[in-house]
């Protein structure tokens, strides 16, 4: 009888302990939303610290990423661990310079198609400087979805957003259509600009 009663506690107990350990979904720190999106169009500079995953149909990519914006231009610095095969891409107006650190920089005036080159993947360059900030492209027309946006044919989702400087900022997006699927994780936003945080 004691033994019994020993044994069904035992089994409560695990039962507890299983779903006390079972996963919970981390939820979003603030929703998605466009309506307070305005002011990041004014931000002219930002950058951000994370991990980026490009899978296309033939070729995948998984790298760190460093991301710097100013008013002229983006840098933006992939690398693999321990910042082997990094690579620095710098987009000017409409040049874009590629240096792979072997003192070698390519330069050409069709960013897009010349990252399409390099890299094996095609990536929308300039309208993911928007995107990632969690705005469409200004000049295009957007539809707008519960959690993010359609443009020019890419589905940009925002998986989960994270409050920087009282404002809602990118943690994890999808940017996909049929031939490409980026994911984006963003673990440290800096924002410099006073205008945004009004």
Known sequence: MVVNKIKQGFIVFLVVLILGCSSVPIQPVVPYGMKV?????????WSFEGRVALTGKKDALQANINWAH?????????????GQGATL?????????????????LTSTQPEIFINQQLGLFVPVQ???YWVVGVPEPNGHYNIMPTGFTQAGWLIDYKQMQSVNNLAMPYKITVSNEQLKLKLIIDQWVLNDATAQQ
């Open 89 to 105: 891409i710098q987009l000017a107006g409409n040049s874009v310079t590629i240096d792979r650190g072997d003192n070698k920089p």
């Open 127 to 129: 309208s993911l400087r």
């Open 37 to 45: 999106k305005e002011s990041l169009y004014k931000l002219e500079r």
């Open 70 to 82: 100013t008013a002229n231009d983006e840098k933006i610095k992939l690398a693999g661990p321990l």
